[in-house]
Antibody, heavy 117, light 110 residues
Framework: EVQLVESGGGLVQPGGSLRLSCSAS????????MNWVRRAPGKGLEWVSS????????FYADSVKGRFTISRDNAKNSLYLEMNSLRAEDSAVYYC??????????WGQGTLVTVSS | QSVLTQPPSASGTPGQRVTISCSGSSSNIGSNYVYWYQQLPGTAPKLLIYKNNQRPSGVPDRFSGSKSGTSASLAISELRSEDEADYYCAAWDVSLRGRLFGGGTELTVL
């Protein structure tokens, strides 16, 4: 069974940093690109970033470019999102998402990030 | 404001057919596949339609997708109360070099 379990969310002050992790199991992690997608309170889904299966292709939404860094450790079946210079508008539930042929076919349950003083 | 435009809300009664539209441009829908996701209250999103009109295993054939030019639509027939959810279209944008989601449509079953 495919499982994606996010962790690392919490309360952080504006300008602060946070590192999200996603532990993957139940599939061959190295065969899939992975993504982070978020949903802010009262808003819709927003794609944040994607990383290819061997970390060769990395993309970011303009809203996070230069502040967030996506990475993966294939030996640990793990995906990460390093978030710096956090703003109130970054507050959201962050989902770890598996990609297959451009489809987002499996989603984790999400981890909540709250940016507030 | 999203680059992919969806109506913020839609509604129907049980048994009815409802369609949700998604309007984009030549750099996204016009040149790439469209995907649809369903997010039930309090749960993670779920893939509903991929590559414009394909259904993943387990998705009822009451759900169907179509695309024409720079627009796409999701149709839900034989509406049920459990279909109450937020629905999102998505597509890759070649100009932005990123994945786009529509603003989402909240479906209410009256």
């Amino acid at each position: 069974e495919v499982q994606l379990v996010e962790s690392g969310g919490g309360l952080v002050q504006p300008g602060g940093s946070l590192r999200l992790s996603c532990s993957a199991s139940g599939f061959t992690f190295t065969s899939h690109a992975m993504n982070w997608v978020r949903r802010a309170p009262g808003k819709g889904l927003e794609w944040v970033s994607s990383i290819g299966d061997s970390s060769s292709h990395i993309f970011y939404a303009d809203s996070v470019k230069g502040r967030f860094t996506i990475s993966r450790d294939n030996a640990k079946n793990s995906l990460y999102l390093e978030m710096n210079s956090l703003r109130a508008e970054d507050s959201a539930v962050y989902y770890c998402v598996r990609e297959v042929e451009e489809s987002f076919d499996y989603w984790g349950q999400g981890t909540l990030v709250t940016v507030s003083s | 404001q999203s680059v992919l435009t969806q109506p913020p809300s839609a509604s129907g009664t049980p048994g009815q057919r409802v369609t949700i539209s998604c309007s984009g441009s030549s750099s996204n829908i016009g040149s790439n596949y469209v995907y649809w996701y369903q997010q039930l209250p309090g749960t993670a999103p779920k893939l509903l339609i991929y590559k414009n009109n394909q259904r993943p295993s387990g998705v009822p054939d009451r759900f169907s997708g179509s695309k024409s030019g720079t627009s796409a639509s999701l149709a839900i027939s034989e509406l049920r109360s459990e279909d109450e959810a937020d629905y999102y279209c998505a597509a890759w944008d070649v100009s932005l070099r990123g994945r786009l989601f529509g603003g989402g449509t909240e479906l209410t079953v009256l």
